[in-house]
């Protein structure tokens, strides 16, 4: 692990040399994400100054809440996404054949086709809605809620990378599965950029137990921000970090099998 790390963080370097020979690009691209995500962050600004708070919760909460989701999935996007996402490419270009010739393993050599640079501005704007966020709170935020914090953005960040992995891994099965990648994760994950009391009963249990996005983002905003909720909603928060690991492990667990089931290109 110690030398895939140090190899990693050379590649990055590398990586923004190779870039900064075409700085306009990297700089467009940057300021595109940032422009599309602060406009959304506006749009719920726009939404919560007309009607104050949705069902208790005012921006600085729901800024929480979509600071945690998008904070998460851009970390796990500069790792994973654009290799994993583009692994049905790989399977019918053969060029995953080719990767499974190397001495190193299949997974680290997807992390090196390609940094998400282009992440970073997302990363750029959720950090500045949320320090606003924190900051707009009068209640003082404890060191217990700080630790709580950062472990739950660590386990967001499994739980993202966990799901690109999972989904990525149907490809072995499907061949294509961009669209469903985009119902189960993107769609259904971004209705928990909203909190989960606005659904339906058995809405709310899919985004807990069945595909667990709520686990990302809305059990931990109800610890972080000190929400009176029922005990088994605590008892959720909680678990939260913990979850992510888990759910990275299945992940993981699914893509081992798909791997294990390829033939090859033509086969």
């Given amino acids: 692990m110690r030398d895939f790390l140090s190899t990693y963080f050379v590649y990055i370097k590398t990586f923004f040399k190779a870039r900064a020979e075409y700085k306009t690009s990297f700089v467009l691209g940057m300021l595109s994400n940032f422009y599309c995500y602060f406009i959304t962050y506006m749009s719920y600004w726009v939404l919560m100054n007309g009607v104050d708070t949705v069902e208790g919760w005012d921006f600085s909460d729901i800024s929480i809440l979509y600071g945690l989701s998008l904070l998460t999935y851009a970390i796990a996007g500069m790792l994973v996404w654009y290799s994993v996402y583009a692994l049905e490419d790989l399977i019918i270009s053969g060029q995953l054949d080719i990767m499974l010739l190397r001495p190193q393993g299949l997974m680290r050599q997807m992390i090196f086709q390609r940094f998400g640079d282009t992440f970073l501005g997302q990363i ?43 989904f990525g891994a149907f490809s072995f099965w499907t061949m294509k599965s961009g669209a ?12 928990t950029n ?60 699914v893509f081992r099998l798909g791997l294990k089931r390829y033939t090859g290109a033509g086969g």
């Fill in 194 to 253: 909203y909190p989960l009391s606005l659904y339906p009963r058995a809405f709310r249990i899919v985004l807990t137990f069945v595909l667990p996005w709520a686990f990302i983002n809305y059990y931990p905003t109800l610890i972080i921000t000190g929400k009176d909720v029922a005990v088994y909603e605590t008892v959720l928060g909680l678990a939260a970090p913990l979850a992510g690991v888990l759910w990275f492990l299945l992940a993981m667990g």
């Fill in 180 to 191: 469903l990648v985009d119902i189960l994760f993107y769609d259904l994950r971004g209705m």
């Fill in 124 to 166: 750029v704007v959720t950090v500045i809605f949320l320090c606003a966020a924190f900051a707009s709170r009068t209640k003082v935020i404890g060191w217990q809620t700080w630790i709580y914090f950062i472990l739950a953005v660590i386990g967001g960040v499994f739980m993202q990378t966990g799901s690109m992995i999972l």
